[in-house]
């Protein structure tokens, strides 16, 4: 069941009123909710809240309370994305995936090879931090990761206490072995960095190699920039969490 985001100031003793238009036209008018139906909120205190909904006025709806409890439905780790930007589709599917496995926040990034233009990134910043909210209500996620703006490899890398790069060449060294000998600390800001479709450039490896910057292997298989990105994710989790 999808959740949907609102405001403590929106909660009387056991009740929800919600007079927000949007919200009320996409409850009521698009999914058609009727009384009786259940719904699920999220408050910014990250409190979730199971309900019944009770009353459907003209310009508002009321719902009561049945539950409610702190989500657990986040990550616990503080990592950070930094994607070179992809063409439309890809980069929807990119920001969708890493708002479903956790991230703290989307970093959009501008690559030698990048598919988009440096002046379309900028223009495109508030469409997907829509796109990751919207995915936080899917997944019924606690927290609403956060889009920055768009930088480059050279700006970046040394505003995080531990950047991670995967990349399909130039690298031997797995995840895996990697945490063997360098501890993934959650409290810290992790940034994991992932490159366009035609790979990062030699000035790019060279810059990740002066600046002692871990280059990853995901394996010999090549991948789509967009699922690298689930894959490094899911594999620094996992490594974090069980490695």
Known sequence: ?????????????????????????????????????????????EIQYETVLKTIESNYFECTISKQYKSERKLGINLYIAQSVLNSDAQTSAIQKATELGVKGIIPLYTDNCAVKESIIKNK???WQKIAYESVKQCERADIPKVLEMTYIKDICNKF?????????????????????????????????????????????????????????????????????TAALTTVINGVYYG
């Open 1 to 45: 069941m999808p959740h949907f985001i609102i405001n403590s100031s929106d909660i009387f003793d056991k009740t929800i009123k919600i007079t927000d238009k949007d919200l009320y036209k996409h409850i009521i008018k698009v999914l058609r909710a009727k009384n009786g139906e259940k719904l699920l909120f999220l408050d910014e205190n």
């Open 125 to 127: 910043i508030e469409k």
């Open 161 to 229: 206490e531990q950047v991670i790069v995967f990349a399909e060449r130039d690298t031997q060294t797995n995840f895996f072995q990697y945490i063997k000998e360098n501890k993934i600390d959650k409290t810290k800001n992790i940034l994991i960095i992932i490159g366009p479709e035609g790979g990062f450039s030699q000035k790019e490896f060279d810059f990740f190699k002066e600046n002692n910057i871990p280059l990853i292997t995901l394996g010999n298989l090549i991948y789509r920039a967009d699922t690298a990105l």
